[in-house]
């Protein structure tokens, strides 16, 4: 928990993982270019203070994980969302032994999400089921740019990804994080397109598709989906650094985000080990639309509590302390949230 | 009577090869890849040329890098005089397939094969309505903020002629002409990719998403130039301004204060 002016935050990070990329789990040269791209958005995007060696960066290991999210970074609860990368390391880049057994070791803390893809057909749809009942899903990291031997990407609304999420529905696993990545079959369109998050969004009304990074770079192209589907959310794993780089341009992804589908489907997250959560929350509290922004309206701290950690933890059933919760906004299901302004049945 | 030895017509100089590249665009961004800092090298021997291009991450989408490349390889093969050129897109994930597609003339079907299926002319355009969209916006809204009786639902009335000169109206006709949509003085401003207008109960909303894509793509453009920057040290010195988006922690930033008269800023204590 986070306090601040007498104001006390619940704090969910939505977006963790506990990866390799040491020397010896790299695989090729896609491997070492995989973790210096993560590296550089790290140099890129954090205070000074806060930029890690590159040696620190390749691995963390638990302890330190719960160290920087739970005793330095007043995390509450945070939920893995592993990416596998199986082309690009030896044992995968997200780690599966050590992060799931790390959740099982702190459940009050920690959730393990897994991943699928349909790639692996019917042998992946049997994975699934166990991995289901081993690891107690309640949801999946999505990584739709994966490279999987001639293939290098994938699409939600293939035929085979609507067996997998048949599955899901029929085994609980109710949360879909979706990150979209930069390469899919074919080239001809937009790699970063979310169409597809819409056709399954329709398609499976009872799942909650979260999308990580609020589909930058096409933040345009989610919120107008976003807003046509209720079942549709936004991660800001990416968008939170921004705040400290770039705060009017952060600003502005809050805005547009609050504008078009509204306060309680935000979620707060760090991408541990991209960056740590406490400055993160920190400047968060702390933030405030500037004042020649005058195109949209100043955030409330019940807003920013929502955000930080009540609205992953009402997806994740995850208790929150009596004092702590907030109703629901009174708002529209669909369409922009301030109505007066904007007609979307005209459009 | 002596003659100086004039320069020969149609020599090959590294300030015609960068004039050359700068009609090549990032789609994405909408910019010249010569304000991006992403030409690295111009090498010149006699008249053959090799360049190499560079991105601001590994995983940058392989069909907007490739789409650079052949676009850089097609300028500069139309400079007069030219003889061999060779282009090559360093670091990136895919940095061989697309270099030998170059050398082998391979086109984009032969570059990517079974990950190609037609062109990549529907991706060129999807980015050149988002740059007029941003255009229109970038032009609308400015003129919402300078006329304070304008209301939203009156911009769709807005004319051509209605705008101020300057940059944000330079930049939106030329982002028409790319779409084939008109230029007269008299053409409605606020439009679709088809030349078609919003009737006034639709036009605030179409303004909020015409400012998500703007946003979206200022957005983009300040972050890709900040890894350049960040992943090959020294790249900001061949970056130029991008005014739209930018933000006090950018290189190029201007203070307002620094823009004040002398005058005033000398009699300020």
Redesign the interface.
């Known amino acids: 928990m986070y306090s601040k002016d007498g104001e006390n935050y619940f704090i969910v990070d939505a977006h963790i993982a506990l990866w390799d990329a040491r020397p010896e789990n790299i695989k090729n040269?896609?491997g070492q270019?995989?973790i210096?791209?993560f590296y550089?958005?790290h140099?890129?995007l954090s205070p000074e203070s806060e930029v890690w060696s590159m040696e620190d960066y390749a691995y963390q290991g638990g302890e330190r994980l719960m160290k920087d999210l739970f005793t330095d970074g007043y995390v509450d609860h945070a939920i893995f969302q592993p990416a596998h990368l199986g082309e690009f390391y030896h044992r995968g880049f997200g780690q599966t032994e050590e992060a799931s057994a790390l959740a099982a070791k702190h459940p009050d803390k920690l959730t393990y999400n897994h991943n699928f893809d349909p790639r692996n057909g019917e042998a992946g749809l049997d994975q699934l089921r166990a991995d289901a009942e081993r690891f107690g899903l309640k949801g999946v990291k999505l990584y739709t740019a994966e490279w999987h031997g001639?293939s290098?990407g994938w699409k939600l609304d293939d035929p085979m990804a609507y067996r997998y999420f048949e599955l899901c529905r029929e085994l609980g696993i109710t949360n879909i994080h979706i990150h979209k990545g930069?390469?899919i079959?074919?080239?001809?369109?937009?790699?970063?397109d979310v169409a597809d998050v819409d056709h399954v969004a329709t398609d499976f009304t009872d799942l909650n598709f979260v999308v990580e990074h609020v589909g930058?770079?096409?933040?345009?192209d989610f919120?107008?989906i976003a807003t046509q589907e209720p079942n549709v959310h936004g991660g800001l794993a990416v968008a939170m650094p921004?705040i400290h780089?770039?705060?009017?341009?952060f600003a502005?992804?809050i805005g547009?985000l609050l504008?078009?589908i509204g306060e309680d489907r935000i979620q707060f997250s760090s991408d541990y080990a991209l960056w740590t959560p406490r400055w993160l929350i920190e400047q968060f509290v702390d933030f405030q639309i500037p004042e020649d922004m005058s195109?949209y309206a100043p955030i409330s701290t019940d807003t920013k509590k929502k955000i930080l950690g009540l609205n992953a933890a009402k997806m994740y059933d995850i208790e929150v302390p009596a004092e702590l919760r907030l109703p629901e906004a009174d708002e529209t299901e669909t369409g922009?949230r301030q109505p007066e302004?904007?007609?979307?049945a005209?459009? | 009577m002596t003659t100086l030895a004039a320069a020969p017509a149609h020599e090959v100089t590294q300030d015609a090869v960068r004039r050359a590249l700068d009609v090549v665009f990032d789609p994405?961004l909408d910019e010249p890849i010569t304000d991006l800092g992403f030409v690295r090298s111009v090498d010149i021997v006699g008249r053959d040329l090799e360049v190499h291009l560079r991105l601001?991450?590994?995983?940058?989408?392989?069909?907007f890098a490739?789409l650079m490349a052949s676009d850089s390889q097609d300028a500069l093969r139309a400079l007069p005089g030219v003889g061999r050129v060779v282009v090559e897109l360093d670091?990136h994930?895919d940095s061989a397939i697309i270099n030998h597609g170059l050398a082998t003339d391979a086109g984009y079907r032969g570059t990517?094969r079974?990950?190609?299926?037609?062109?990549?002319d529907?991706?060129r355009h999807?980015?050149q309505v988002?740059a007029h969209t941003a255009a229109m916006e970038r032009c609308l809204t400015a003129l919402l903020r300078s006329d304070v009786d304008l209301t939203?639902a009156e911009l769709g009335r807005v004319v051509l002629a209605d705008l101020p000169d300057g940059h944000e109206k330079e930049s939106l006709l030329r982002r028409r002409t790319t779409l084939g949509l008109g230029c007269q003085a008299s053409a409605q401003v606020m439009v679709d990719q088809h030349g078609v207008g919003y009737?006034p109960?639709?036009v605030?909303?179409?303004l909020?998403?015409a400012?998500?894509?703007r946003?979206?793509i200022?957005?983009?453009a300040?972050?890709c130039r900040?890894?350049l920057?960040?992943?090959y040290p020294g790249s900001g010195d061949d970056q130029t301004r991008r005014a739209d988006?930018e933000?006090p922690?950018d290189p190029t930033f201007v203070p307002l204060s620094a823009l004040l008269p002398r005058s005033q800023k000398e009699s300020s204590p």
Request: aromatic share 12%; proline share 8%.
């Open positions: 040269v896609q270019q995989f210096d791209c550089d958005y140099r890129n001639d290098r930069p390469t079959r074919p080239l001809d369109r937009d790699a970063f930058l770079p096409r933040l345009e919120c107008w921004f780089t770039r705060p009017r341009y502005q992804i547009e504008y078009w195109e922009p302004a904007a007609d979307l005209s459009v | 994405e601001p991450t590994s995983f940058c989408s392989p069909n490739y670091d994930h990517f079974h990950e190609a299926e037609d062109s990549l529907e991706l999807t980015f988002k939203e009737e109960r639709q605030p909303m179409a909020r998403r400012r998500s894509t946003i979206s200022d957005g983009n300040h972050f900040g890894l920057r960040t992943r988006g933000e922690s």
